[in-house]
Nanobody, 127 residues
Framework: QVQLVESGGGSVQAGGSLTLSCLGS????????MAWFRQAPGKEREGVAAIRPGDTSTFYADSVKGRFTIFQDRPKNIVYLQMNSLKPDDTAMYYCAAKNKYGEIWSVLRASEYNYWGQGTQVTVSS
């Protein structure tokens, strides 16, 4: 069982930046994935970004491309989400997720593909 703990959330004004961190209790397999999801009140959980630890391939939702960057510290089993040019629509609870199983590339931002989850960290962006 992999335990995930997020940190780095907070409140910022529009246009500001935050960096989120996710610490895992064990390595995710090279062909697995680690990812960030977010969920606002009354909304479905949506995929934000994902990374394949083995080759560092990355994937992003269209809404955050050019603003967010996912990267990792592989030996420490930490994945980060650098968020720039934040907008009020980015306000949500952000969750770290991981899986060890293989999966289709098109599914890497689908929440149902992941079986390990952190408790979340709140990000609030004001106008």
């Amino acid at each position: 069982q992999v335990q995930l703990v997020e940190s780095g959330g907070g409140s910022v004004q529009a246009g500001g930046s935050l960096t989120l961190s996710c610490l895992g209790s064990a390595y995710i397999y090279s062909n697995g994935f680690m990812a960030w999801f977010r969920q606002a009140p009354g909304k479905e959980r949506e995929g934000v970004a994902a990374i394949r630890p083995g080759d560092t391939s990355t994937f992003y939702a269209d809404s955050v491309k050019g603003r967010f960057t996912i990267f990792q510290d592989r030996p420490k089993n930490i994945v980060y989400l650098q968020m720039n040019s934040l907008k009020p629509d980015d306000t949500a609870m952000y969750y770290c997720a991981a899986k060890n199983k293989y999966g289709e590339i098109w599914s890497v931002l689908r929440a149902s593909e992941y079986n390990y989850w952190g408790q979340g960290t709140q990000v609030t962006v004001s106008s």
